[in-house]
């Protein structure tokens, strides 16, 4: 069982290190839009940023995502800074799908990427990095009602029951 921990945790890491890695640098793609005039530079840009999310960022996430439930169910993982750590891969994920919204509009004829949203991009999506990278590493204490009720079996119920009007599910 060790082993396949062991395993496991290696491709999660692997694949969170390629999204992550993809997410941040896209932008950086982007913007190059702007500078290319010629329709077949144009295309090899187009080419590369396609291939960059469908081939290689997505499926990364992907597999991130499917190692990640893994280890979920192999170390039984119910500590509440894993519930901020998994508020901040949402946020990635977020990210991930807004950015292939920008791949599909970016070629359009007169599209460009400001170079004010290019730095925004870059910022937001470190930082959600740096956020997962800290909170995994640093394992902080989180004293909250709520993760207190999110970390115990049936809690999610039990608060539902106290704040719906229609009483216990």
């Known amino acids: 069982m060790t082993g396949l921990i062991a395993l ?3 491709v999660h890491i692997a694949a969170i290190a390629l999204w992550a890695a993809g997410i941040v640098s896209l932008p950086g793609l982007y913007v190059q839009r702007a500078h290319v005039r ?3 530079a144009l295309l090899r840009l187009q080419r590369l ?3 960059s999310y469908i081939a290689v960022v997505s499926p990364a996430a992907f597999v991130a995502v ?3 439930t893994a280890l979920i169910f192999l170390r039984q993982t119910f500590e509440p800074w894993f519930s901020v750590k998994l508020a901040f891969v949402g946020l990635l994920a977020v990210i991930h799908v807004l950015t292939g919204l920008v ?3 970016l070629f359009r004829e007169g599209e460009i990427y400001p170079v ?3 730095v925004t991009a870059t910022v937001v999506s470190g ?3 740096i956020a997962i990278i800290f909170v995994v590493l640093a394992k902080p204490a989180f004293h909250l009602a709520l993760f207190d ?10 608060l539902y029951g106290e704040v719906s009007p229609w009483g216990k599910p």
């Not at 009720?149 to 999610?156: H, M, R």
């Open 149 to 158: 009720v999110l970390s115990e079996p049936g809690g999610l119920g039990r």
């Open 38 to 40: 010629e329709r077949d």
């Open 8 to 10: 496991a945790k290696f």
């Open 127 to 129: 930082g959600v990095v």
């Open 66 to 68: 499917a190692s990640g």
């Open 49 to 51: 940023v396609r291939f």
């Open 116 to 118: 004010w949203r290019f």
């Open 103 to 105: 791949v599909i509009r």
